[in-house]
């Protein structure tokens, strides 16, 4: 599902930046909606608010996660029109196939660790492959 959704969002991002003809603007307007929905649903179900000082005593790279996704939305905005949502999107994913490996080899941010092999890489490569003929005119 969050494949299908990410890539219908970048379309619906694309023409957002057509609407008011600004890629920033654009992805401003993105993630307010996302934030305001995100507060209703917090609010309406009751979920727990952590308190000042539990926000204070987190670590500062976790709260990158929206500086990523807001440079990911932003980069998506400007390069889908230019060239098109399948090249965009092959090239999203073997990136992220092959950071994946990276972290999963290290097992960094949490993730358990899994060692690399010839195998895994090469899927990924094939999937490099397959992003270069994708995008290949």
Not at 13 to 26: C, E, H, I, M, T
């Amino acid at each position: 599902m969050a494949g299908l959704t990410i890539t219908t969002q970048a379309g619906v991002n694309s023409q957002l930046k057509v609407a008011v003809d600004n890629p920033w603007v654009a992805a401003f307007i993105s993630f307010l909606v996302g934030t305001v929905f995100l507060g209703l649903f917090i609010l309406a179900t009751r979920q727990p608010i952590p308190t000042v000082t539990q926000l204070r005593g987190i670590e500062l790279y976790k709260y990158s996660g929206g500086l990523l996704g807001a440079f990911f939305v932003t980069v998506i905005i400007f390069s889908v029109q230019r060239i098109g949502s399948a090249n965009v999107f092959a090239l999203v994913i073997a990136g992220q196939l092959f950071m994946a490996l990276l972290y999963d080899h290290f097992g960094l941010f949490g993730f358990k660790q899994a060692d690399i092999n010839w195998v895994k890489i090469l899927g990924v490569l094939l999937l490099i492959v397959g992003a270069y003929l994708i995008n290949k005119k």
